[in-house]
């Protein structure tokens, strides 16, 4: 025997198994909605079909179980003895069918309920989705969520994310990214550090300062962004401090330690407070924004939905109070 006439003969069974499950499948919908409805003309009315599609694949079913499953009548259809025992085998099947359907989509349009997977880079997550939690519990309070902080980019089916919260410029065209804020980087220094050393007047003044500087999960030393007369421009600066974490660099510069760039929304508390000076604000760059990111916008559960609705708007709020006016160097 070939190995062609193997894949054939697969094929073959492959194909008779299929068609007679889905004649199987017509036959025992069928069958229930006559049960249920007390007539061939309702059952059909009630699946959309005609009376005479309902007794044909009623028939095709008592052919492949060789038994006849109605008692039928110009005025009454009854079940038989074999017909109430494969009704009462069906019933429960059917049932949990229906209620698999009944369940997915309460998952899209009931109250929103289950669990959640959200991923975030890891300062964001502390300092701006956070502190939300508490409020969309108190609006929602059957969704579970589990908060995951990591500077790397996820991996969506790997990781099982379902949203995550990403920083800077996206470029995965895989994900739907909703804009939540524009991503403000300011240079910053401690108003102790500007007292004792100045502050620098312009980008060529930035060597002349010790650097604070964040080491990137690709494993480089984050440059420094800003705009020059509309056009991206990068330095990395002199420093003897590299961190993996940009709440370590936040600390740093608040002790002295140097200059460094950091997110507006990291710094605006110890800015208000005085505990830190902007610098050179005129060259921020446009440096993308934070985003909300997810794979589908369709058959999106509930939980997801009310979830991105929720964060969309309060994310919103924090950022617009996080602009501050810079802070004067004393």
């Not at 699946?47 to 109605?70: K, P, T, W």
């Not at 100045?198 to 964040?214: F, I, K, N, T, Y």
């Not at 309060?314 to 802070?327: D, I, K, L, M, W």
Request: glycine share 8%; net charge neutral.
């Amino acid at each position: 025997m070939t190995l062609a006439t193997v894949n054939r003969s697969s094929g073959d069974r492959s194909d008779t198994l299929a068609a007679s499950f889905a004649t199987s499948y017509a036959g025992v919908l069928a069958f229930i909605a006559v049960v249920n409805e007390g007539s061939f003309a309702k059952a059909g009315d009630r699946l959309g079909i005609g009376r005479s599609a309902v007794s044909r694949s009623v028939q095709r079913l008592e052919m492949q179980l060789d038994a006849r499953l109605f008692n039928r009548t110009t005025r009454n259809t009854t079940l038989t003895g074999e017909g109430e025992l494969f009704f009462a085998r069906c019933q429960p099947g059917v049932t949990h069918i229906a209620q698999a359907f009944e369940n997915m989509r309460d998952l899209r349009q009931g109250t929103p309920r289950g669990s959640l997977r959200v991923s975030s880079a890891a300062t964001f997550g502390r300092k701006v989705v956070a502190p939300l939690l508490a409020g969309f519990h108190a609006a929602y309070p059957e969704v579970a969520i589990e908060l995951l902080l990591d500077d790397a980019p996820p991996d969506f089916v790997v990781d099982r994310i379902d949203v995550s919260f990403r920083n800077g410029r996206l470029e995965d065209s895989q994900v739907v990214a909703k804009l939540l804020a524009p991503m403000r980087l300011l240079m910053c220094a401690s108003a102790d550090y500007a007292r004792q050393h100045g502050l620098p007047g312009s980008l060529e003044e930035l060597s002349d300062h010790r650097g604070v500087h964040l080491r990137l999960p690709s494993g480089r030393i984050g440059e420094w962004q800003f705009d020059v007369a509309g056009h991206p421009h990068k330095i990395t600066a002199p420093g003897r401090t590299i961190f993996n974490d940009d709440e370590l660099v936040l600390r740093a510069v608040l002790d002295g330690e140097g200059v460094a760039q950091l997110a507006a929304y990291q710094i605006c508390e110890q800015v208000r407070a005085g505990q830190l000076v902007t610098f050179l604000d005129e060259h921020a760059p446009d440096a993308g924004g934070h985003y909300l990111c997810y794979l589908s916008r369709q058959q999106m559960p509930s939980r997801i939905r009310v979830f991105i609705d929720y964060m969309t708007e309060h994310v919103r709020e924090a950022h617009a109070r996080s602009f501050v006016p810079t802070a004067p160097a004393a």
